[in-house]
Nanobody
Framework: QVQLVESGGGSVQAGGSLRLSCAVS???????MGWFRQAPGKEREGVAV????????YYVDSVKGRFTISQDNAKNSMYLQMNSLKPEDTAMYYC?????????????????WGQGTQVTVSS
């Protein structure tokens, strides 16, 4: 049984940093794993994705230069380092694994999801 468990969310002021973790069990790192977020009243959107076989990373424009996705195969974990946080980054953040077909940030192409961790950035 595949389980993805996020942690590391919290409340910070604008300009601050947080590091999200995703503990993975029952799933071997392969294909694509990533971080998505969903703010109240908005659709879920991709933030950062990694093609785990090669370590290739993809970022949505709004987080480029501020967020970094990484993995630790030995610990079966994936991370999202978030720096220079902005109030618009406030959302529930989800870890996901799957095989996107065309657009890499399409949520419906990701089969496995964690329960989410809340990130709140105040101005």
């Amino acid at each position: 049984q595949v389980q993805l468990v996020e942690s590391g969310g919290g409340s910070v002021q604008a300009g601050g940093s947080l590091r999200l973790s995703c503990a993975v069990s029952g799933y071997t790192f392969k294909y694509y794993m990533g971080w998505f977020r969903q703010a109240p009243g908005k659709e879920r959107e991709g933030v950062a994705v990694m093609y785990t076989d090669l370590g290739t990373t993809y970022y949505v424009d709004s987080v480029k230069g501020r967020f970094t996705i990484s993995q630790d195969n030995a610990k079966n974990s994936m991370y999202l380092q978030m720096n220079s946080l902005k109030p618009e980054d406030t959302a529930m953040y989800y870890c996901a694994a799957g095989s996107p077909r065309d657009y890499i940030f399409t949520p419906r192409d990701y089969k496995y999801w964690g329960q989410g961790t809340q990130v709140t950035v105040s101005s």
